[in-house]
Nanobody, 125 residues
Framework: VQLQASGGGLVQAGGSLRLSCLAS????????MGWFRQAPGKEREFVAA????????YYADSVKGRFTISRDKTKNTVYLQMNSLKPEDTAVYYC???????????????????WGQGTQVTVSS
């Protein structure tokens, strides 16, 4: 599975961005797709995930109510709509795909076997 993330940029606090992640390759084997982020000097952290087949969604507490993850199976694409952005949302955002990710591990980076290249999101105050 190959992943190509896009949509990052610079936005003022309170603004919105939508990230996209296009998957190619063995997409029929995907079980879960997720978004993670990593700020300078910090560990990579879970943001949101979606079960590819069922569409069930999962969020970090820090983004719940502000971010929405969705997927379009016809386009092999997962989206992350980010609203009410805060300066603390500034990070490189990565999309990831897991072929055998179990739900209890959905927030753990090592549970995903495939990663995109990352896209920078900067929120100014």
């Amino acid at each position: 599975v190959q992943l190509q993330a896009s949509g990052g940029g610079l936005v003022q606090a309170g603004g919105s961005l939508r990230l996209s992640c296009l998957a190619s390759g063995s997409t029929l084997s995907m079980h879960v797709m997720g978004w993670f982020r990593q700020a300078p000097g910090k560990e990579r952290e879970f943001v949101a995930a979606v079960r590819w087949s069922a569409g069930s969604t999962y969020y970090a507490d820090s983004v719940k109510g502000r971010f929405t993850i969705s997927r379009d199976k016809t386009k092999n694409t997962v989206y992350l709509q980010m609203n009410s952005l805060k300066p603390e949302d500034t990070a490189v955002y990565y999309c990831a795909a897991g072929l055998r990710t179990i739900l209890s591990m959905i927030r753990i980076p090592s549970a995903y076997g495939y990663w995109g290249q990352g896209t920078q999101v900067t929120v100014s105050s």
